[in-house]
């Protein structure tokens, strides 16, 4: 069998792009809660780490291009490679989902409550249906990203029909024509403007970064990847607001650098390796439970604790990153591995589906919020 090939670079990455969202719906609650700061005229906006997202966006169109390889121009590849890709993405989005469910519930935030069947239904189908508001977020917010992710598995199975080749140009074809479209067009209906928001090109840099790759073309010496992430920071920083429509060039531009840097043959070693798996294995639950916990957070230091800087600055920042590590361990081990290896014997059962392991990685998504913090992504885009 084939060994796995370990991008520990891409798994660091990772885990930066979860604690990048993080940051920033933290950052944005200290601002809104306790500064009495809107959204857009927070302080705490000195870098743009939703740009965390873009990331993960660029990621996930690499490693799902890398972990697909083997399933090209193979008949019925598709199941298989839906069926792990839903095994990764769902169980653990559903569970945050329904914990949200309950904390709307209980506070009687209008998230639950305006809510229409139609909408929850969606939610959990990763359907971008506009909600209450005329806006195509679920009812966990953050999990815009994921309708997003879905919606690029979708194009990717269907294009497993042909080689390898032929297929990644579909794909990537697919996504640019898309893009195109939303942009001549102009579509009313929330859901095509989603469906063709040119953030989608981001999945197609992946790609594009994968066959790079696979020529051997991103052999990049370390003094040259330096001057990529160097670059990538420095044009992130030059841009802290809403960018847009142009997000996937002034964001996911950098964002492709910073994952270019990132590839390469040679793994870490000792404790650096351990850091990199675990920021890699913990970034999707990261990315999922931090969102309750700053919102719960933040509601319990208003109303329980002095409003003084010692709590939003110190207790509420320690409290959000703690409880969410702690949460992201337990998640991935109780319910995100368990489903995973559930999926990869029921592929394997088929003796057609069987495969070397992949990358010691696999794509998770990424950010945005309701009421406790500003929207990741530009609200102006989708309306």
Aim: with cysteine; glycine share 8%.
């Amino acid at each position: 069998m084939t060994s796995a090939i370990r991008f520990d670079g891409l798994q660091s990455l990772r885990g930066l792009a979860a604690t990048l969202v993080l940051a920033e719906h933290t950052a944005n609650a200290i601002s809104t809660r306790y500064m009495g700061f809107g959204p857009k005229d927070a302080p705490m906006a000195v870098f743009p780490f939703s740009a965390g997202v873009d990331i993960f966006f660029v990621i996930s169109g690499f490693i799902i291009a890398y972990s697909g390889d083997s399933l090209f121009g193979r008949t019925g590849a598709w199941r298989s490679f839906l069926l792990r890709r839903v095994a990764r993405v769902g169980p653990m989005y559903w569970l945050m989902t329904g914990v949200m469910i309950c904390a709307f519930s209980l506070i009687g935030s209008r998230a639950w409550s305006d809510a229409s069947w139609p909408s929850v239904a969606a939610s959990f189908l990763f359907l971008p249906v506009a909600n209450a508001d005329g806006l195509t977020f679920p009812i966990l917010t953050i999990g815009w990203t994921l309708n997003y992710e879905m919606a690029f598995y979708a194009i990717f199975a269907a294009a497993l029909y042909f080689p390898r080749a032929k297929a990644l140009v579909i794909i990537v074809v697919t996504l640019v024509l898309l893009a195109v479209l939303g942009a001549l067009l102009h579509p009313s209906n929330p859901t095509l403007q989603f469906w063709t928001d040119p953030i989608i090109l981001e999945f197609a840099a992946g790609i594009c970064l994968y066959g790079l790759h696979r020529s051997g073309k991103l052999a990049l010496p370390g003094v040259m990847k330096l001057l990529l992430v160097l670059a990538a920071l420095l044009s992130l920083a030059a841009f802290r607001g809403d960018p847009g429509s142009w997000r996937w060039i002034i964001w996911g531009g950098p964002a492709t650098l910073l994952v270019a840097s990132a590839l390469g043959t040679t793994s870490f070693q000792g404790m650096f390796a351990k850091v990199a798996s675990r920021a890699g294995d913990w970034s999707y639950g990261i990315y999922l439970s931090h969102f309750p916990i700053v919102m719960i957070g933040a509601m319990a230091c208003q109303v329980f604790l002095p409003k003084t800087g010692w709590v939003w600055f110190g207790l509420f920042p320690v409290f959000v990153l703690a409880t969410t590590l702690a949460a992201s361990a337990l998640l991935h081990r109780f319910v995100e591995r368990p489903f995973i290896d559930l999926a990869r014997r029921a592929a394997a059962s088929d003796e057609r589906f069987r495969q070397p392991k992949p990358a010691i990685l696999s794509p998770d998504p990424v950010v945005a919020q309701p009421e406790l913090v500003t929207i990741s992504r530009s609200v102006s885009s989708r309306a």
